[in-house]
């Protein structure tokens, strides 16, 4: 027996599913380029290394200064208040990626064919479980009077700042609370019970948002803490345990195989 049997002996269930699922359905790039790449910092803003959505019909993808964290958080579908664990470097590590999708491939592929890039360029592997761990719940005040119904035909979307300046266009509390969720760096649940989409402007004190990139954050904002803005706006943060699920990345490679 090897060392490595160990290893093999606990993963082999979940691998051997990986693998099957690939060899029967999953779809492959028909060409991709990655490569290790640098920081990306435009007009002093320093990327975060996230992967934007990508369209169904996505005929190719370039992808900029990414992280792997950002790439299996994409390639799973990992939404919050649900997160990928594992060792830091996946989130300061960053890679350019150009790759070709199959012309005979069908909407909405990409996500798994981003999958079997990770598992044939970085060796990645991974697994999923239940945790309890500390975050928060958002509750309403007050019923959220204080904020502002969304016109369900007007464009959707956000935009933030460096100075804690964040709006956010037709969102609803559960979104609100995903990207709350990224700002605080823990899971935020919505607790709220208030349906509906709703236009939010945000405006925090950067420091008292640990999810906000210390490097481009500005400390010279005269917004208040978090909690005090979710107030003006009905909403409050509640310490909770909550349960959540992770993807853990039980192994990968910090330099991927050449192209």
């Given at each position: 027996?090897?060392?490595h ?13 990986l ?8 779809p ?6 990655v ?15 996230g992967?934007?959505?990508i ?36 989130s300061?590590?960053?890679y350019?990626?150009?790759?070709k ?26 697994h999923r ?31 933030s ?6 709006v ?15 700002l ?23 420091d ?8 481009t ?15 003006q706006l009905?909403?409050a ?7 959540v699920?992770?993807l ?5 490679d910090?330099i991927p195989?050449?192209?």
């Open positions: 027996m090897t060392r049997e160990p290893w093999a002996l606990v993963v082999l269930p979940f691998t051997f599913g693998a099957f699922s690939q060899t029967a359905v999953a492959s790039f028909e060409v991709a380029s490569k290790p790449a640098k920081e990306l910092v435009v007009n002093g803003w320093t990327s975060n290394g992967v934007p959505p369209p169904p019909d996505q005929k190719s993808i370039h992808l900029v200064s990414v992280t792997l964290m950002s790439l299996i958080s994409r390639a799973y579908d990992v939404q919050p208040p649900d997160s990928v664990s594992g060792p830091p470097w996946l300061t590590e960053r350019e990626i150009d790759a999708v199959p012309d005979a491939a069908k909407p909405g592929q990409v996500p798994a064919m981003l999958q079997t890039l990770l598992v044939e360029r970085f060796h990645v592997r991974v479980e239940s945790r309890g761990v500390r975050g928060y719940a958002l509750v309403a005040v007050n019923s959220a009077s204080a904020l502002t119904p969304a016109d369900p035909k007007a464009p959707k979307g956000s935009t700042s460096a100075s804690g300046h964040f956010y266009s037709g969102i609803t509390l559960t979104g609100f609370a995903a990207a709350l969720g990224r605080m760096a823990q899971p935020v649940l919505d607790a709220s019970g208030v349906d509906g989409t709703f236009n939010i402007t945000l405006d925090a004190a950067p008292s948002l640990p999810g906000l990139n210390a490097r954050k500005d400390t010279d904002s005269d917004y208040p803490s978090v909690f005090s803005a979710l107030k009905g909403l943060l509640e310490p909770r345990n909550v349960t699920n992770i853990v990345v039980d192994s990968a910090r195989v050449p192209n």
